[in-house]
């Protein structure tokens, strides 16, 4: 059974630092998609960053120079560092995975507020 569990939101200050953090636990790990999308009150979910099995990323034009996605092969996790950020970053923010098969795992939502 495939899991994907996300974590580490919170409140944050504009300017201040954010880490997200993903464990998944049944996947083919080094041959699978990771990423984190958000949604906004009132928009749709949007792609954040993605990282491919072989570490090629992609980012929104917005999170560019702020944000930095990685994953970890032997912990079989994946992180997203959000570092300056704006109130316009607030967001319910989920993890991804998509399978080698093409089946997309997502998690249950972690909620990043950034106000002062």
């Known amino acids: 059974q495939v899991q994907v569990v996300d974590s580490g939101g919170g409140l944050v200050q504009p300017g201040g630092s954010l880490r997200l953090s993903c464990a998944t636990s049944?996947?083919?790990?080094?041959?699978?998609?990771m990423g984190w999308y958000r949604q906004a009150p009132g928009k749709q979910r949007e792609l954040v960053a993605s990282?491919?099995?072989?570490?090629?990323?992609t980012y929104a034009d917005s999170v560019k120079g702020r944000f930095t996605v990685s994953r970890d092969r032997i912990k079989e996790t994946v992180q997203l560092q959000m570092n300056n950020l704006k109130p316009e970053d607030t967001a319910v923010y989920y993890c991804y995975a998509r399978s080698v098969f093409d089946t997309e795992y997502w998690g249950q939502g972690t909620q990043v507020t950034v106000s002062s």
């Open positions: 990282v491919t099995h072989d570490n090629s990323v």
């Open positions: 049944g996947l083919i790990f080094h041959l699978t998609t």
